[in-house]
């Protein structure tokens, strides 16, 4: 099964199911990824404008922040 993960800066991490659907706010800070020894497929569209730029690439994850997963996965 593909799961995928998750998570705000400064939130907990979630779990991201097939059909499930997630929405990031211009600006806010996240990211998101398969779970561990799982596989993940996913469609992002993103919006810009002229005070928002579609992407800006931040610091990669830690294995620390990737790993902290909830145990339902």
Known sequence: MHIGLCRRRGGP???IRPGDRVLFEAGEEKWDGA????LMVHL???E???DHAVVHWLTPVTDEEHTATPPSV
């Open 13 to 15: 991490v979630q779990v």
């Open 44 to 46: 992002a569209i993103d």
């Open 48 to 50: 810009g404008d002229d």
């Open 35 to 38: 779970a561990p020894d799982r």
